[in-house]
């Protein structure tokens, strides 16, 4: 008990004597310590390690004891925050695979978005500055967004405007409408693969994922039924048009019968129409939306993909209460999309320089794939792309049997070829080893080049799996 008061009150002392000296200035040794307070050094070392604990000093073993920043612990402590955090809802081994870019010297085939050189650059540098000369750019825009934009948005889908709010993109758009349409805890259907930032917004709004199996129709609608029986879901994820990663396009027969069974359950259906300006032959199929006068369908736009990805905007159309809900609810998390990015993506949409752009995307985009396609079945062997997409900008590639993706990808990377792991984009496990090669970021000598470097690493690692 001695001890103890007399270490209390060398404490004391030390941390006024410290309080003279700089951060970081080294205190006497516990030797020196115990001579000027005639105390001995397990009392001294008691001292100090009281003090550690206040933060006024810091303890180094074999070094000595320093003066630690003022009234503050040398290192943060956050332990604290996770039991009051409690567990994460977005897992974050998947959050963390995405949106990665990679640096300059990575040949880029697995991002989602367009090389500079086919990105409308000239006309959104021209709108750009005009734009931002005018004050309506620095204005608040209404909440919902521009009447002229919301209108265009509008058009494309036979929708009304007042249907039609406008969003900072399809990401935020894909969160905001699971959080808003379903409550946390209750499930959400998604095909099955599938865009994997739909599984981490569906994550983020606390709902339980339930896959169902697509095939190049689009989503299995007879295993479709099956799950909405057995969950009772009421909402239903699905990319109707050029589907990512497969490239599907849902089928006319398949397109009445989600609807029909959206109608049965009561259910919503997200379609993530993103890819509509992305059609590379032919022409897209409608947008579901217009299929559904009832109000089960609820579309969401995005300009990233056929304009630029910094532009952020994007639109969402719901009808009946539903629109009602995500209008009030939208406030809640924000004023408005700025103005100045708005009045450049009506610009565009308006201007004769747009039609122009999607002309030259689909054949810069077309020769991409073609040479993507023809690249992987000359030089990958064994691996086969599934279904030659008619639009979109990913190629869905099946690799040979016993190949370990996750391996794959990793060793692509060091090499200098980023691509998306197949693993990525199920809920569950895969049924086969897959990964997705995207033609839309790299020129074509760097896709012949990258999925010839992808190729020299296959056998090694499909070998080693057999082996395993
Ligand atoms: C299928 C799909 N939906 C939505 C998005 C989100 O796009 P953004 O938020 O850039 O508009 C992406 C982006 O990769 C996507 O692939």
């Given at each position: 008990?001695?001890?103890?008061?007399?270490?209390?009150?060398?404490?004391?002392?030390?941390?006024?004597?410290?309080?003279?000296?700089?951060?970081?200035?080294?205190?006497?040794?516990?030797?020196?310590?115990?001579?000027?307070?005639?105390?001995?050094?397990?009392?001294?070392?008691?001292?100090?390690?009281?003090?550690?604990?206040?933060?006024?000093?810091?303890?180094?073993?074999?070094?000595?004891?320093?003066?630690?920043?003022?009234?503050?612990?040398?290192?943060?402590?956050?332990?604290?925050?996770?039991?009051?955090?409690?567990?994460?809802?977005?897992?974050p081994g998947r959050a963390g695979k995405f949106g990665g870019n990679g640096t300059a010297e990575h040949v880029q085939l697995s991002w989602g978005y367009l090389a500079p050189e086919l990105q409308p650059f000239d006309e959104l540098r021209t709108i750009g500055?005009?734009?931002?000369?005018?004050?309506?750019?620095?204005?608040?825009?209404?909440?919902?967004?521009?009447p002229e934009l919301r209108r265009v948005f509008a058009e494309e889908l036979s929708a009304e405007p007042g249907d039609v709010l406008i969003m900072p993109g399809g990401q935020q758009s894909l969160a905001f409408a699971m959080r808003t349409l379903a409550d946390?805890?209750?499930?959400?259907?998604?095909?099955?693969?599938?865009?994997?930032?739909?599984?981490?917004?569906?994550?983020?709004?606390?709902?339980?994922?339930?896959?169902?199996?697509?095939?190049?129709?689009?989503?299995?609608?007879?295993?479709?039924?099956?799950?909405?029986?057995?969950?009772?879901?009421?909402?239903?994820?699905?990319?109707?048009?050029?589907?990512?990663?497969?490239?599907?396009?849902?089928?006319?027969?398949?397109?009445l019968e989600v609807i029909a069974l959206a109608k049965q359950y009561g259910a919503f259906i997200i379609e993530d129409d993103w890819a509509r300006n992305l059609s590379l032959e032919g022409s897209a199929p409608p947008p579901l939306f217009t299929q559904d006068?009832?109000?089960?369908?609820?579309?969401?736009?995005?300009?990233?993909?056929?304009?630029?990805?910094?532009?952020?905007?994007?639109?969402?159309?719901?009808?009946?209460?539903?629109?009602?809900?995500?209008?009030?609810?939208?406030?809640?998390?924000?004023?408005?999309?700025?103005?100045?990015?708005?009045?450049?993506?009506?610009?565009?949409?308006?201007?004769?320089?747009?039609?122009?752009?999607?002309?030259?995307?689909?054949?810069?985009?077309?020769?991409?794939?073609?040479?993507?396609?023809?690249?992987?079945?000359?030089?990958?062997?064994?691996?086969?792309?599934?279904?030659?997409?008619?639009?979109?900008?990913?190629?869905?590639?099946?690799?040979?049997?016993?190949?370990?993706?996750?391996?794959?990808?990793?060793?692509?990377?060091?090499?200098?070829?980023?691509?998306?792991?197949?693993?990525?984009?199920?809920?569950?496990?895969?049924?086969?080893?897959?990964?997705?090669?995207?033609?839309?970021?790299?020129?074509?000598?760097?896709?012949?080049?990258?999925?010839?470097?992808?190729?020299?690493?296959?056998?090694?690692?499909?070998?080693?799996?057999?082996?395993?």
């Amino acid at each position: 008990m001695f001890t103890g008061n007399r270490a209390d009150e060398i404490a004391d002392m030390l941390k006024l004597q410290a309080g003279l000296m700089r951060v970081g200035e080294k205190l006497p040794s516990v030797r020196e310590l115990s001579k000027t307070y005639a105390a001995s050094p397990v009392t001294i070392t008691q001292a100090i390690t009281s003090l550690s604990a206040q933060g006024v000093v810091r303890a180094e073993p074999g070094r000595g004891t320093f003066v630690a920043g003022r009234n503050s612990p040398a290192e943060p402590d956050f332990a604290w925050q996770s039991s009051t955090l409690g567990r994460s809802r977005v897992d974050p081994g998947r959050a963390g695979k995405f949106g990665g870019n990679g640096t300059a010297e990575h040949v880029q085939l697995s991002w989602g978005y367009l090389a500079p050189e086919l990105q409308p650059f000239d006309e959104l540098r021209t709108i750009g500055s005009r734009c931002a000369k005018s004050h309506r750019a620095w204005t608040m825009a209404p909440p919902m967004g521009l009447p002229e934009l919301r209108r265009v948005f509008a058009e494309e889908l036979s929708a009304e405007p007042g249907d039609v709010l406008i969003m900072p993109g399809g990401q935020q758009s894909l969160a905001f409408a699971m959080r808003t349409l379903a409550d946390p805890g209750t499930t959400v259907i998604t095909e099955s693969p599938s865009y994997p930032g739909a599984t981490i917004a569906a994550q983020a709004a606390g709902l339980n994922l339930t896959a169902v199996p697509a095939d190049e129709h689009g989503i299995r609608t007879d295993h479709l039924a099956e799950a909405l029986e057995r969950t009772r879901a009421k909402l239903i994820y699905l990319q109707p048009c050029f589907a990512n990663p497969t490239g599907s396009v849902l089928s006319p027969e398949r397109r009445l019968e989600v609807i029909a069974l959206a109608k049965q359950y009561g259910a919503f259906i997200i379609e993530d129409d993103w890819a509509r300006n992305l059609s590379l032959e032919g022409s897209a199929p409608p947008p579901l939306f217009t299929q559904d006068p009832d109000g089960h369908v609820v579309s969401i736009a995005t300009l990233s993909k056929p304009a630029a990805p910094g532009l952020r905007v994007g639109a969402i159309a719901a009808r009946g209460p539903a629109g009602e809900r995500l209008r009030t609810a939208r406030i809640a998390d924000d004023m408005c999309v700025p103005a100045l990015t708005q009045e450049i993506a009506l610009a565009l949409l308006t201007s004769s320089a747009w039609p122009r752009h999607l002309k030259r995307l689909r054949t810069g985009l077309l020769e991409r794939r073609d040479a993507m396609v023809a690249e992987i079945h000359s030089s990958m062997s064994g691996a086969r792309v599934v279904n030659v997409p008619t639009g979109g900008i990913h190629l869905w590639v099946k690799l040979p049997d016993g190949t370990d993706s996750t391996a794959l990808t990793a060793a692509a990377n060091r090499a200098g070829v980023l691509v998306g792991d197949g693993r990525q984009y199920y809920v569950d496990e895969p049924p086969a080893p897959y990964i997705r090669l995207s033609y839309s970021a790299a020129s074509i000598a760097q896709i012949q080049a990258g999925v010839r470097r992808v190729a020299t690493l296959l056998p090694g690692l499909s070998a080693a799996a057999e082996r395993a």
